[in-house]
């Protein structure tokens, strides 16, 4: 049985994403508890996000001017600290998908420089033996050259 190796990156990534929850669940918390959160980062978005659904649904059953109440504060906190947390998480994620592609790109590069490397060491090889063959040719030319311009040695018979 062949096991193939196991990428630690995604282990990483998996444990990243599992430790992102409790940290965003932690923010979301906090979010809530703070008033400077509540107002100014959860009820915002929430607000958006509760007109722009209702505004969808209302269309999509056919209600062309209605208007759209807001939510009530209590209700748009949650929804913002929900919105929040799974931004959070979205957020981490998209960081760890854009270091996992960086990683890949960075091996991919380091094996094309390996690969070049090894074709420029292969071409240099090739002119070192081609320049030894010439180098072995002259020779053995002017050993024929030389062998043929002995005077032959009489035939003793």
Known sequence: MVVGAFPIAKLLYLGVRQLSKPVANRIKAGARRSEFFK???CLPPAQVYHWVEMRTKMRIMGFRGSTIKPLNEEA????GAELLGEAIIFIIGGGCMVLEYSRQAANSRRKEE????TINSLQTQLGELAL???TLDAQIREVN???LSLPSAPSSK
């Open 39 to 41: 107002n100014y980062v």
């Open 76 to 79: 748009a906190a949650e929804l």
């Open 114 to 117: 390996e690969l070049t490397e």
């Open 132 to 134: 030894t063959t010439e």
């Open 145 to 147: 050259r030389l062998l």
